[in-house]
Structures are given as C-alpha cells and as structure tokens.
C-alpha cells in the first residue's frame, strides 16, 4: 500500500483542495485523484533516506548539554546586553571550524544545534573542505569555540550517526 499511495495524507488533502477549488462531479474526483497520486509519488522519489540512528545514549546526553548550554548562553547574552559588556569591550567575531561531519542531516542537527544558542550563528559551511563559518557574539578565545563545537557537539553526533 506504501508503494501505491507514499503520502497518503499529501494526496487526500491535494485530493480535497482540488474538489474545493472546483465543482464537484466523477470527472473532477478522478482528475484530482491522479494528480494527488503522482504528486505523492514525485514527492517521494525526492525525499532523501532517513537518517540512521547508530546509538541513542549520546543523543540522550547531547540534548542534556544542549539545553544547558542553551540556558547558560541565554543568560550570558542577557547579561552582556543589559550591562554593557566587559566594559564596552564586548568584540564580535568570526570562526572558522574544520568539521568532519559530512552526512546533511547531522550537519543539519549541528546547524540547528549553533543556531538555537543565543550569541552564535551559523553563517556557512563549505562541503568541499569541511569548513564551517561560525559568528560569535562575544568572541574571546577562537580555540576555545572550535573545541566547543567540534569535541562538545560534533563528537556526540558521530557517536549518534556514524
């Protein structure tokens, strides 16, 4: 059944649009019909495969020290904010990361990861060398962010991935 209908829930509801935005009669629920079909077809020739979860345990722990680090940099940032920095000596910056993550949906995890701590971005990641492009809002030490990314996080989803 999965191989005749991939996305039975994208068909019904083209299915349904379609017999909204016309009359209707036989003719116009067999037309839509197909066209629901191959569209959910179309769709899953395009999806890529799943990703594989090697080990749960380090996903586990890398939720934990996301959230951590989430709050922890919440605070920093506000705290930077409200109180002028170090001074007034607050410097923005931007580091170059060499990763070895090259699967999409771990580099996507990651991407989603940087993101979502406040005071860093995520600005571009080069697939041909591996290199990622990180902002930081309050930039000290270089070093320190490659090792935060890369033996912090990284290292916990090759655990999960590779």
């Keep these: 059944m999965k191989r005749l209908v991939p996305h039975p829930v994208l068909s019904l509801a083209l299915l349904l649009m379609w017999l909204l935005m016309t009359r209707f009669s036989l003719g116009h629920l067999i037309l839509g019909g197909a066209i629901a079909l191959v569209a959910g077809w179309a769709l899953g020739a395009l999806e890529p495969e799943g990703p594989r979860i090697r080990r749960i345990w380090p996903f586990v722990r890398l939720v934990g020290i996301v959230s951590v680090d989430i709050i922890r940099s919440n605070i920093a940032v506000a705290r930077l904010i409200l109180t002028g920095g170090r001074h007034g000596r607050r410097r923005s910056g931007f580091v170059e990361i060499p990763l ?36 930081v809002f309050d930039l000290i030490d270089d070093e320190a962010w490659r090792h935060l990314i890369r033996d912090r996080y990284e290292a916990l989803l090759l655990e999960v991935f590779a």
């Design 100 to 135: 070895r993550l090259r699967d999409p949906f771990p580099l996507g995890l990651l991407a989603m990861i940087v993101t979502a701590t406040p005071g860093t971005a995520w600005l571009e990641y080069d697939s041909d060398t591996g290199v990622l492009l990180l902002h």
